[in-house]
């Protein structure tokens, strides 16, 4: 499957309301859940968790459910995401698991390591995604398990509408807009690769494509 296009950028940090608002009411269970199904399948190890790029927390809320010992430290630059976030925790009940924090990932320092760090559909935001890996490194020790999931670049514009109009065709005009614009923002495989070997994780993560938009970036430090 070849890429044709080059990667557009779009805005880094969801802090716009409405847009915000119509992430968090928009219907992405199907690969949250997958998220946290597969990554319980390959461990279960795992207590202190880090979750860059949280958004509306619905990730952090399902596996809090799905493992009740945990705590998790959820991090987010978006003051608007940030309070959704923290309704939606307190909707489910799940009081006290979930910390939240405010800041820029190239900003985030943290005194602690974690035995897990995940990230799902942060690293297209990010105008440089070595931040992203290069703070994985920082945030970790060695045995902390990684579980990065994130899209695939679309093939072509068309592509992209396709695909938008077959998974969200119901979701509101801005959620398609920026959905739209995340697989376009998305990289490809190939530079996933290179990103891996930059930063010298390439022994100990993996990429593996695992849907027909998405990819898991995974492994032990
Ligand atoms: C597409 S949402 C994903 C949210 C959540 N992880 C999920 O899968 O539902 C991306 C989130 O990353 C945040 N973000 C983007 N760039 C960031 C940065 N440099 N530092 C911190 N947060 C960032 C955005 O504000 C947004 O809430």
Redesign the pocket.
Known sequence: MGVSIERILEK????DKEQ?AC?AKAD?SV??QF?VDSLIKYSNLFIYVL??????????IRLAKAKRDIGILA????QP?LELAKDAMVNAKIKYKIKFKK??????KLIDDYDLI?????L???PDPM?LWNKIKEFSRPGTIVYV?DLIRAESKEKAKQIVETVSGNESETLKQ?FYN?LLAAFTLDEIKQQLTQANLDKKLTVEQVSERHFIVKGKL
Not at 12 to 15: D, L, R, T, V
Not at 75 to 78: E, I, K, L, R, W
Not at 103 to 108: I, Q, V
């Open positions: 880094e940090i969801m802090s915000a992430y992405f690969s949250n998220f979750d860059l790029g949280c958004g509306p927390a619905d990730v952090c991090v987010d630059a978006s995401m800041e820029y990932l190239s900003d985030l995940i990230s799902k559909d942060l297209h935001h990010l931040i999931m920026d995340s």
